[in-house]
Every structure is written in C-alpha cells, then in structure tokens.
C-alpha cells in the first residue's frame, strides 16, 4: 500500500505556497507597470524621435574679428538680437597685459634711440676732433717740407 496522506501533505503545502507567491508575483508585476508608466509620463511623453528629422530655422555662425576669452555672455540661446546688439564681452586682461608689453617695448625703444643720439653727439665732437688733428698734423708736414726745400 501506499502512503497517500504524506503525498497529499506535500502537495497541499505546495498549493499554500503558490497561493502565497502569487499576490507578491501580481504586486511585483503591478509596480513595474506604474514605474514604468511614471517615467513614461514625465520623461518621454513630450520626447519626439526620428530617424531622419531636420529643423527649419533662422541661424547664423557668429565669430569674433579677435581671439579672447569671455568674460560675460550678454544673450542667452535662442534670444532674438538685432544688428549692432553687444552679444558678450572679453576679458580685458589679455590685451590690457599685451598693451604693458608693448608700452615697456616702445619706453626701451625710446631709451635706446636717446643713448644712440648721445653716441652719435660724442662720436660727431670725437671726430671733428680727430679732423682737426689731422689736419693740424698735415698742415705742420707741408710746412716742414717747404721749410725744407
């Protein structure tokens, strides 16, 4: 014979436990449904996507006449600006600072061409000088050689 009063209790302790497994299964299941429906609404509703899509749209490519770093942005994206509308500013200190350079290279350039100009006065009176020694000298030889004669 055969022990069907254990079998049976088996198999009822497996129903009890499918019937418990089944709420949490359906209570999984609808959780998954209402997250996946709220990220749905609040993230990708309004989301558009295609494969081939164009916008039809005013734009121009703005570029700078020097090279610089902004320092303040006057317009924001998208915002309408007319001809001649500061867009942004640079920050000075670059040029400021290539200003100072060339500023001290001119003052170094001036002082240069004062002390050439000091040479060039010495160097005029030192050679007047040696003009007239030599002359003194040549004139002194002529008369010693119509002495001599």
Same mark, same amino acid.
């Given at each position: 014979?055969?022990?069907?009063?254990?079998?049976?209790?088996?198999?009822?302790?497996?129903?009890?436990?499918?019937?418990?497994?089944?709420?949490?299964?359906?209570?999984?299941?609808?959780?998954?449904?209402?997250?996946?429906?709220?990220? =749905? =609404?609040?993230?990708?509703?309004?989301?558009?996507?295609?494969?081939?899509?164009?916008?039809?749209?005013?734009?121009?490519?703005?570029?700078?006449?020097?090279?610089?770093?902004?320092?303040?942005?006057?317009?924001?994206?998208?915002?309408?600006?007319?001809?001649?509308?500061?867009?942004?500013?640079?920050?000075?200190?670059?040029?400021?600072?290539?200003?100072?350079?060339?500023?001290?290279?001119?003052?170094?350039?001036?002082?240069?061409?004062?002390?050439?100009?000091?040479?060039?006065?010495?160097?005029?009176?030192?050679?007047?000088?040696?003009?007239?020694?030599?002359?003194?000298?040549?004139?002194?030889?002529?008369?010693?050689?119509?002495?001599?004669?």
């Amino acid at each position: 014979m055969v022990d069907t009063s254990g079998s049976s209790q088996s198999q009822a302790k497996k129903n009890r436990n499918r019937k418990q497994r089944l709420p949490l299964v359906i209570g999984i299941l609808t959780i998954s449904v209402i997250l996946t429906a709220a990220y =749905w =609404w609040l993230f990708m509703r309004n989301r558009v996507s295609t494969d081939n899509a164009y916008v039809k749209a005013d734009s121009a490519v703005v570029s700078s006449r020097v090279p610089g770093t902004i320092f303040k942005l006057m317009v924001d994206n998208d915002d309408y600006v007319a001809v001649g509308d500061v867009l942004l500013q640079l920050d000075p200190r670059d040029y400021q600072a290539e200003v100072d350079r060339k500023q001290a290279a001119l003052t170094r350039t001036e002082a240069e061409i004062e002390v050439a100009e000091v040479t060039i006065r010495i160097t005029e009176s030192s050679t007047k000088a040696q003009v007239a020694v030599a002359q003194a000298m040549e004139k002194a030889a002529r008369d010693r050689e119509t002495e001599a004669r």
